[in-house]
Every structure is written in C-alpha cells, then in structure tokens.
C-alpha cells in the first residue's frame, strides 16, 4: 500500500463536464475510503482538529472507516457538523484540517474531506439520521437565515433540546447552498436537501418566504412571538462593484445574481421562467471561489469565458482545486489585468471591456502585493457580458429596523467572536453577516459557537 499518497478520486472528464451541470468530483466508493483511512496514523495530539472550524473528531470517524462501519463514523461526524456532505465537497480542507494533517510532512495528507463526503454519502443512502435531544427544555429560539450559519446552530439548539423555527426570505431553505454554489459543485437535490432534511428532522421548524425586517421585526419575534433568544445568520448578499464607467450596461451581472438565477432558478432550462443571459463571450473579475463558479456556469452555457484578476496566479484566493478544474475546463485567465471601464454599443449593451495590463509592487495591508497599473498598457477586450464577482457585504435591513444592533462602518453586525452575542440582550449572531463574505465552514463554526452562547444564556 502507498502510504504516502492519496487515493485518487475519480472525476468526470473536463471535456464532458464542461457540457453539464453534473458533479465534478464522483467521490470514494467504500473500497477506496477503507483504503485511504488506512493511511491515517491516529495522532493522539490530532491538529487535524484544531484546523476543522466545527471540531470535528477526524481521527475518530477515520478510524471508524477503517473497521468498515460507516454508521458509526457518520454519528462521529454529525455530533460536530450538520452538513457534512455539503462540508466534504465545498471546505477549503487544504488550507483547514488537510493543511495541518502530520501525514502531508512527507507525503500527501489524508484525503479527509473525500472521507467525510463519502461517510455522508453513504448514511443519506442507507436512511441513517443524526441522533437528537433526549430532552426538550421548553424554550424557543428563533434562527434568521437558512444557510450554513443558521442551519447548523439550529441543527445545535434542537440536539440540545430547544424549540427552534428558522425564518428564510427566500421561497427555498438553504441560504448560499442553493443559490450560490452551482450543481456541479453542491448537487441540490442529492445533497443540500437531504442535510436540511436532517436537521428538520431533530424538530427545526424552517419558515419560508419570511423577510424579517419587513414582515416581522426581531423585536417583535421576542415581545409579541415568544421567543427567548434569536440568532441572525442572514448572510452577505449585497453585492458589491467597481464603479468604473459603463457599468450600468445591459449585460453586466452581479457575481450573485447571476448565480441565484442559474442554481435557485433553474434559468439555464430553456423553458425558465427567470431566463440568463447566455452571453458568447463572458468576462468574469474576480478570482475567489464565487469567480470560479460564476465563470464556469458561463462555460456550461455555452461561453468562451475569461477570468479577469488583477493579480497574479499565487495571489487568487480562490482554491487550488477550483482554479484547476477551471483551467481543465477550458477558462481562459486573464491575471494582471484590471478592467477600467465597460463599453455598451447604441442600445446600451456589452460590446466591450477595455483593461489595463498590471505589474505587482509592494505588499499591501493583506499581505499581499499591490497590483500597479502599467503606463500605456490599455486594450479593449471583446466581451458581450461581464459578471462581477467583487466579494458582498451584509443586507442593512435586518440591523435598521431592531433596536439596540450595533453594526461597524462595513454594515457588519458587532458580535462576540467566541459565542457571537450581539449589543442586543438576547440575540446572537455569526457568519457572514458578521465577518462579511467568507467559507461555509466558517459560517458553520460561527453558527456552532453561538448555539452553546444561547445555550449558556437560557441556561442561567
């Protein structure tokens, strides 16, 4: 046996998958996993710990995998997480539990969130269910937000025995799962329904079509509904823009908007009633994950599309695996390059987006080095449709109409780090409508971190 390297994972071929919204990754069957759990040595100081957001006890669910049972590895698993067969896909596991895995010293670290994946696979095909309370504690706790936030500290709060109702504005549960990650990565209906379908079944109540902040206010979910406590995992949504000129265009799309049209709406059927743009020649600026997605739904289709990223490829935060599957698939990059205006033909459409070439100088304040335009450098790239994928910043709804929510000059709820509680008695808040835009798993811990919050406020 090669202890040293992963057991590879088989994948569609990139010239056939770059025709379809089927999932890339088709994952470990039990031989494969067995096979590379093996490979695991079971740290007793495991830092493969330490780098899961949620906690999770890899060595513990591997060593299960090794044994050959499966059920009892996916009960490891979901004392931790409530999604982990959205986790084992979608986490940045290079930069998390992979990173800091002993056996990636010399060699390649265990495979742990194909081992996940595979282990959730497995239990939503046999009907095995996360095991809930044993005892109800009589109080009510309301979740604002259905995406991984929100999901798992209501997943959290109902093994603890809380009566927990999530309210979602949109008519699908789910939040980012839904509407941000395409098919090709986060399969909907195999996968995200079917982890929604096990937090409900703990008892979480989800609400559909709430906007709160217009249809309820969180003041009156605790004075007139009953609630005790409330936690906000509402996200980031509003997208943000260059503001150069041109952008008002027709056929320039927000990263988000985009995305919500293709996976929540279905707008790449034809018979769609929320048609997409199919443009010929797409330009996406950006370089995280949300970039990847956005242009590699282009490609699906039917695009030659370009990723347009003012730095250099050491610099692109998206992941390692996701800008390799794009360049498989035929994206073009174009690094260096930042556009500086967008230009629309006489009925105000996309016909053009003119660059400037860039060249990397001094570090900036993230550390990385600052992108400096070069003199004389611009041109005009030949594009009928832009989609900017520029990050997003919390919907201010939510903290404008309850009183006492402070938020900071990004329009960021204020909360605790360590249990998320907020300037307001009794509320509790994580994810992105804390941090601003960041990863599932980080939205995850955050909505783990303020289930024992509330759990400690209702306890005294």
Not at 354 to 374: F, H, N
Not at 401 to 419: R, Y
Request: aromatic share 4%; net charge negative; hydrophobic share 40%.
């Amino acid at each position: 046996m090669d202890v040293l390297n992963k057991v590879p994972v088989r994948e569609q071929d990139a010239k056939v998958r770059a025709t379809n919204f089927e999932e890339v990754c088709l994952g470990y069957n039990k031989e494969e996993a067995m096979s590379e759990a093996e490979r695991c040595i079971n740290c007793k100081n495991a830092q493969c710990i330490k780098g899961c957001p949620v906690a999770i006890d890899i060595p513990g669910f591997i060593e299960k995998v090794k044994t050959g049972d499966i059920e009892a590895a996916y009960q490891v698993i979901s004392e931790a997480s409530a999604l982990p067969a959205v986790c084992g896909r979608v986490c940045p596991q290079e930069s998390q539990c992979e990173g800091k895995c002993i056996r990636g010293i010399k060699g390649e670290p265990i495979s742990i969130g194909k081992l996940e994946r595979f282990v959730a696979d497995w239990a939503r095909e046999n009907n095995v269910k996360p095991e809930g309370a044993k005892e109800k504690k009589g109080k009510r706790v309301a979740v604002i937000g259905s995406g991984p936030a929100g999901l798992t500290c209501a997943g959290d709060l109902a093994k603890m025995g809380y009566d927990v109702t999530i309210f979602e504005a949109l008519h699908e549960a789910g939040g980012v799962l839904v509407y941000g990650i395409p098919e090709f990565r986060l399969p909907k209906q195999a996968v995200v329904e079917k982890e929604i379908e096990n937090v409900k079944s703990l008892g979480v109540k989800i609400e559909t079509n709430v906007v709160i902040g217009k249809a309820v206010t969180i003041d009156e979910l605790m004075q007139e509904e009953g609630f005790d406590a409330v936690f906000i995992g509402s996200g980031a949504g509003l997208p943000k823009f260059m503001g150069i000129p041109g952008e008002q265009a027709n056929g320039v799309f927000s990263a988000n908007e985009y995305l919500t049209r293709s996976n929540l709406m279905k707008a790449f059927n034809e018979d769609s009633n929320t048609p997409i743009m199919r443009g010929k020649e797409v330009a996406v600026v950006g370089g995280g994950n949300v970039a990847m997605d956005a242009a590699r739904t282009a490609l699906r289709l039917g695009a030659k599309v370009h990723i347009v990223y003012r730095r250099s490829e050491e610099e692109l935060p998206a992941r390692v695996e996701e800008v390799h599957h794009a360049k498989e698939e035929g994206i073009i990059f174009d690094l260096l390059t930042n556009p500086v205006e967008i230009i629309a033909d006489e009925n105000g459409w996309v016909c053009g987006m003119k660059c400037i070439r860039m060249e990397l100088g001094e570090p900036d304040d993230s550390g990385r080095r600052r992108p400096v335009e070069i003199p004389d450098s611009e041109f005009v790239m030949n594009v009928d449709t832009v989609i900017m994928s520029l990050g997003t910043s919390p919907n201010p709804l939510i903290s404008s109409t309850t009183e006492g929510l402070e938020v900071n000059k990004w329009k960021c709820i204020i909360a605790d780090e360590e249990q998320g509680k907020t300037t307001k008695e009794g509320v509790y808040a994580g994810g992105d409508a804390v941090t601003g835009a960041a990863t599932v798993i980080l939205a995850m811990g955050a909505g783990k971190a303020a289930a024992k919050g509330i759990d400690e406020y209702l306890s005294r």
